[in-house]
């Protein structure tokens, strides 16, 4: 099965997702973008300042590998990923945010922001908003350093947060931005609540008594992808006692439709529904998939796709309504 599937990076799978969703209904969306617990030690070589917690001036080690001096708490940042937008404000960073990506769509408040670009940054306009800080992606260090050093030069403080595909990743960024901001107890709070949260989820999963056979779909027919290893729906389904029937696969993987009925799923989850409509009455009244087992047993769900890609605090959210779709009779007590 292997040599056949077609594998893409995750920046290429959320290119062709934005592509699609532009296409189909002129909605953006950027669902983000797959170690020692930041929580038990709080003095991780990323995060290791040089003064006392929420002191500055202060030095962390960012996504770049570098180390980053901030001589000054910021008043005032932009955010160019949308995960980084949400870490953001779930510190309390909020007030300070004059400006986000495109596609920040959460908390709200964000609707009211000024919005600065994406992968490609709207580099006057973030000039314009003459931040303290600019919170970017690897993304951008490896792509548009020139343009990081032009923000540099005008006294902004430019801090890369590193991709994410699992849990303890997220952690570490929220402790990176927490200590880049002058927030760090409230990032120990956040990732404290988190890792609580999701031991919950592992303990309540030790009652289901048969795995279920799930099959993740992030994009719909005639171009479908799953999710195999190394990411985040992969680590959900282990945390909830899934099985992912995409698992011998690794990342974002395409599919055809006979490969995937042949996988016979007991449960399928879409992540679409935010640019397809009724994706989960789509998936059952496609040909020929009548007798796969979750279609037969209507159970076909759609989850809210930043809750279980975009590496930020939600993610929690994800894998608890993950259990309670697949498992009602364990999570849904």
Request: glycine share 8%.
């Amino acid at each position: 099965m292997k040599t056949s599937k077609t594998r893409i990076s995750f920046l290429s799978f959320m290119l062709a997702i934005l592509l699609a969703v532009m296409v189909g209904c002129g909605a953006t969306e950027e669902g983000n973008e797959s170690k020692e617990s930041p929580s038990e030690t709080n003095t991780s070589e990323e995060t290791q300042g040089e003064s006392s917690a929420g002191g500055f001036p202060v030095t962390i080690k960012d996504g770049s590998g570098e180390q980053v001096e901030i001589k000054a708490e910021p008043e005032a940042i932009v955010s160019v990923l949308a995960s980084n937008t949400e870490i953001a404000f779930a510190l309390g960073q909020g007030e300070k945010m004059v400006g986000v990506s495109d596609y920040s769509n959460y908390p709200a408040e964000t609707a009211n922001i000024e919005k600065v670009g994406g992968q490609e940054m709207n580099v006057e306009k973030i000039l314009s908003l003459n931040p303290d800080m600019v919170l970017v992606s690897t993304f951008h260090y490896e792509n548009h350093s020139d343009v990081l050093q032009q923000f540099k030069k005008a006294g902004m403080d430019v801090v890369v947060v590193d991709d994410a595909n699992s849990f303890e990743d997220v952690y570490k960024n929220i402790q990176l931005v927490g200590k880049a901001t002058g927030s760090s107890d409230k990032a120990d709070e956040i990732v404290k609540d988190m890792e609580t949260r999701l031991a919950e989820v592992k303990e309540k999963a030790k009652k289901v008594e048969e795995k279920k056979k799930v099959w993740v779909e992030v994009a719909p027919a005639p171009d479908i992808f799953t999710t195999g290893t190394g990411t985040f729906m992969h680590e959900m389904l282990e945390a909830i006692n899934a099985e992912n029937v995409a698992a011998e696969e690794e990342g974002w993987v395409k599919f055809t439709e006979e490969e995937a009925v042949n996988l016979n799923p007991e449960v399928i989850i879409t992540t679409y529904g935010y640019y397809v409509e009724n994706p989960e009455e789509q998936v059952v009244n496609r040909e020929g998939w009548s007798e796969v087992p979750a279609v037969e047993n209507e159970q076909v769900f759609d989850v809210d796709n930043d809750t279980v890609t975009r590496p930020g605090p939600r993610l929690i959210d994800g894998v608890e309504r993950l259990g309670e779709l697949i498992y009602p009779e364990v999570f849904g007590e």
